[in-house]
């Protein structure tokens, strides 16, 4: 939502909103931006709505009874999701929508950047703050451009992909997220379905192969694909790798960003972008926030935060962190009551499978935001379950109490979605042990 908000007025419009959380911490630094902005911000109780909107756009995730929600209706006001508006902008531009179940933050941040720097002048709504995007007036994950080109994360959350119509998509992986796979692979079917041109698909995920798509451009690692790597180094903080024999250089680590880095290399290729020309220009990306930030890396610790949140992203960080350290404290919150519900054994098996006996695992309660939502599952059921298994694992309910154990652990990783204030966490275990 925030992303809109600035899209559309940093593109000339007048823009006010509302969000709980900003009730609740005014120093949040994406109020602060969006204020710098032009960005109106209102009490999120209703007395910000009145006539002068033209129309009042909502998020999925609050609920329909909500005092906005509802005076926005009793005055009259066009009410629209947040899904129907992005469709309305999406079919102003030629719009390359991002998807997957992993990837997609990244990897559409990742495609606007380099668009940037080759001189398209694209404009990108995403749902992470791309460092090199982010200014006092800009949280990062949004770009007014000079072109008709639209680069858009397509969130397959609430079942809104199904009615974007892009130009291009690119479907970076399949597997249990906010949905389950069957139901996800159908929406992904669906977005195909409605691009017009070319859809750019992960030619290793097995999921993905067994979805009914037309014709698609693959990118792969493992299998032949039109954009497969080879000659392929991982390094702790970079990745190295040849492609049609053009080198490149990805400043990120771990296989699951060279995925993501193949697929913005494969649309920018049928695009018309000689490789060489991507290649000068790729290492330029940083990452986004929260995504392998690192807070200390000092030849002794090493402090990381993260974004990772589901068994597949969970996998993938400890894969890559665990090729290069020994001895790692994982600290995961997870998010929501619902999405681990869904993951509970994904969680699980991931835990299991990548702990090491050197290894030890804290669980923070889970994650809540607000609205309504069914508590009956907790952090101490996955610990329990992970324990049982012979892994070393408790729930930490209060994250100060961490800190009288600090030195226990060299290595710190901390992960979880949606909560801003974990990458707050993960700075002052790196204050603690420098």
């Known amino acids: 939502m925030s992303a809109i908000a600035n899209f559309m007025a940093e593109s000339g419009h007048v823009v006010a909103g509302s969000d709980r959380l900003f009730d609740r911490n005014p120093d949040n630094q994406i109020f602060k931006v969006l204020k710098s902005n032009g960005v109106t911000i209102v009490p999120h109780d209703s007395s910000g709505i009145d006539m002068s909107f033209d129309f009042a756009v909502f998020s999925t995730a609050v609920e329909g009874d909500h005092p906005e929600a509802v005076k926005a209706r009793k005055l009259g006001i066009t009410v629209k999701n947040r899904a129907q508006f992005l469709c309305e902008i999406i079919s102003e531009f030629k719009t390359v929508a991002v998807t997957g179940t992993s990837g997609k933050s990244t990897a559409s941040g990742m495609l606007a950047f380099l668009m940037d720097k080759?001189?398209?002048?694209?404009?990108?709504?995403?749902?992470?703050?791309?460092?090199?995007?982010?200014?006092?007036?800009?949280?990062?994950?949004?770009?007014?451009?000079?072109?008709?080109?639209?680069?858009?994360?397509?969130?397959?959350?609430?079942?809104?992909?199904?009615?974007?119509?892009?130009?291009?998509?690119?479907?970076?992986?399949?597997?249990?997220?906010?949905?389950?796979?069957?139901?996800?692979?159908?929406?992904?079917?669906?977005?195909?379905?409605?691009?017009?041109?070319?859809?750019?698909?992960?030619?290793?995920?097995?999921?993905?192969?067994?979805?009914?798509?037309?014709?698609?451009?693959?990118f792969s690692i493992n299998t032949k694909s039109e954009y497969q790597a080879d000659t392929i180094e991982y390094h702790p903080f970079e990745t190295i790798f040849k492609l049609r024999g053009v080198d490149f250089r990805l400043s990120l680590p771990g296989k699951y960003n060279l995925y993501n880095a193949l697929s913005c290399i494969a649309l920018l290729s049928e695009i018309g972008i000689k490789l060489e020309d991507i290649a000068e220009v790729l290492p330029a990306f940083s990452g986004l926030d929260r995504r392998f930030d690192i807070y200390l890396d000092n030849g002794k610790n090493l402090v990381i935060d993260d974004y990772a949140h589901n068994p597949q992203k969970i996998s993938c960080l400890m894969e890559s962190i665990n090729k290069f350290h020994h001895g790692v404290c994982y600290i995961f919150q997870p998010h929501g009551f619902g999405p681990t519900r869904l993951m509970k054994q994904g969680y699980i098996d991931a835990f299991i499978k990548n702990l090491r006996r050197e290894d030890h695992l804290f669980l923070l309660p889970i994650y809540y935001a607000g609205g309504t939502s069914l508590k009956d599952i907790s952090s101490e059921v996955l610990a329990?379950?992970?324990k049982t298994a012979g892994k070393t694992a408790e729930v930490l309910q209060k994250r100060s109490s961490l800190f009288s154990r600090i030195r226990e652990w060299d290595n710190y990783v901390v992960f979880g979605a949606r909560d801003e204030s974990l990458a707050d966490f993960a700075r002052e275990i790196a204050k603690r042990l420098e």
Do not use: W
């Open 384 to 386: 329990t379950a992970v």
């Open 118 to 218: 080759l001189g398209l002048g694209p404009n990108f709504i995403g749902g992470a703050r791309i460092k090199q995007f982010k200014t006092d007036s800009n949280p990062g994950n949004s770009l007014v451009g000079s072109s008709d080109l639209l680069v858009v994360e397509a969130c397959e959350s609430d079942g809104s992909i199904i009615c974007y119509r892009p130009l291009y998509s690119i479907i970076t992986s399949l597997s249990l997220d906010h949905n389950v796979i069957e139901r996800t692979a159908e929406m992904f079917e669906t977005l195909s379905k409605n691009t017009e041109g070319m859809v750019i698909v992960n030619g290793d995920d097995k999921n993905l192969s067994r979805c009914r798509i037309d014709k698609p451009v693959k």
